[in-house]
């Protein structure tokens, strides 16, 4: 079982910064996956990024691509979502996953946190 808490949302103006947070229990993180995914007011969950297990790779969604960073710390059971650059069509709930599969699809995740709210202002 692994239970996954994100922090770091909050308001900001369009083109500025936020660096999201999410910790992980457990002592497995290291064995799985990790992605980002987001939900906007009457939209379908979306792919953001995702990172492989030992962070040998990262996949990005091509609408945050050069924007966003994601990154992890197995020694502090932590992955992170660095953006910049943020528009208002950024403005979601975003949530981090882990699963033994990962990729772009939520069926690939078996584990997600509640989701922090990050809300770009125009």
Do not use: H
Not at 50 to 75: C, H, L, P, W
Not at 94 to 113: Q, V
Request: with cysteine; glycine share 14%.
């Amino acid at each position: 079982q692994v239970q996954l808490v994100e922090s770091g949302g909050g308001l900001v103006q369009a083109g500025g910064s936020l660096r999201l947070s999410c910790a992980a229990s457990g002592r497995t993180f290291s064995s799985y996956a990790m992605g980002w995914f987001r939900q906007a007011p009457g939209k379908e969950r979306e792919f953001v990024a995702a990172i492989s297990e030992s962070a040998g790779s990262t996949n990005y969604a091509d609408s945050v691509k050069g924007r966003f960073t994601v990154s992890r710390d197995n020694a502090k059971n932590t992955v992170y979502l660095q953006m910049n650059s943020l528009k208002p069509e950024d403005t979601a709930v975003y949530y981090c996953a882990a699963g033994r599969i990962g990729g772009t699809f939520p069926y690939g995740y078996d584990y997600w946190g509640q989701g922090t709210q990050v809300t770009v202002s125009s």
